[in-house]
Structures are given as C-alpha cells and as structure tokens.
C-alpha cells in the first residue's frame, strides 16, 4: 500500500522538526544554555515530534484497517449467500425433474414431462431470483434469465382447437422446457465453480 499525502506530510514534518530541534540546541548553546538542559530540550522535542507522527500514522492506517474489515465481512456474508443459494437451486433441480417410471424413459421424456408443469417451475424462478439474484455473479445471473425466458416463452397462450394444436403445444413447452432445464445446470455449475472453485453436482 502506498504512503498518503497525509502520511507523507507527517513524514516530511517530522523531518522538518528533528533539523529544528537541532538548531534550536544549537541556538540555546551559543545564548550560554548548559548542555545537559539544551539536551534534555532537544530529545523532549524529538519525543514529542515522534509520537506525533506515530499517531497520525497509526489513526490513518487504523482507519484502513477497519475498511478492509468491513469488506472482508461483506464478502463473507455475500459468499453465505451464495453457498444458500447453490443449495436452494440443486433442490429446485431436483423437484423439477420427475421420478423415472420406466426403463425405457429417457432424458428426453423427462424434459417433456417438466414442461406439463413449467407455469409452477415458472413461479419459482421467480422466487429464487427475487432471494438471491442480485447477490449472485453475472454469468450466474445471464443463465438464470434464460431459463425464466424460456419458462415465460412456454407459458404464452396458444390457440387450441384440435387434438393436434394439443399434441404440438406440448411438444413446444417441452421444447422450452428443455432450454430452461439447460440452463439451469449451467447456472448450477458456474455457481459451484464460484463456491467451490470446481463443479461437483452430476446430471
């Protein structure tokens, strides 16, 4: 950390002042002053100008100090947060997805079946978003907003009039639905990546 102009200014001034209590021994010897009294002057002065510049140092750097700490604290109750929502996205994940039901159900069956309720998983991208949005990194945040997108985007009214229009707006939210789940994960994993420093959550 660089010296302040104050610190500096401190520094210069008690320079200034040891060359004065210098001359001023001087000065008072040559008007006939002993040389024990001119130096018990000279070192009051020179005591006097250290703890001067000791303290204005020590309030400087003590009031730094207590900035830093602030920050410190901050950061820590930000990365709390962090951690809280981690946790509160892999459950989310987690109650998005459906038990599987068969073995032949595959990835894609799974996604189809999250979009017959993505006006819930809508809402709670919301919710999550309105707790921990603003505390999270931007990368986390530009994925979370594309899987509200896409939930939002699933959600817009369709004209049904067949059994067709029904069969094609399932396959569309479940198109979405997929996008959104997406994007998730990898909101999930660059998440990790900022508490964790690595991901550690699977599929």
Known sequence: MGWSR???????????????????????????GTTV???????????WISALVTEGIKAEYGEVLEIL???????????????????????LLIDMMPARESEDQDWEDAVMI???????????????????????PESVRSMLSEARNAA??????????????????????????????DALME????LEKDVFGRTVAVK
């Open 152 to 181: 939002n985007d699933a959600n817009i009214p369709q004209s049904i009039g067949s059994i067709e229009d029904v069969r094609g707006n399932m396959i569309r939210k479940g198109s979405f639905a997929r996008k959104m789940v």
């Open 69 to 91: 700490k602030a920050r410190l604290l901050n950061d820590a109750k930000i990365q709390d947060k962090r951690v809280a929502a981690l946790v509160s996205l892999h459950v």
């Open 187 to 190: 909101a999930r994993q660059e």
């Open 37 to 47: 009294g001119v130096l018990g002057l000279g070192l009051l002065c020179k005591t």
């Open 114 to 136: 999250v979009g017959f309720d993505i006006s819930k998983h809508q809402a709670s991208l919301q919710t999550f978003d309105k707790e921990f949005g603003i505390l999270l």
């Open 6 to 32: 104050q610190s500096l200014l401190l520094l210069w001034f008690s320079k200034f002042h040891f060359k004065m209590a210098e001359y001023l021994k001087i000065f008072l010897t040559n008007l006939g």
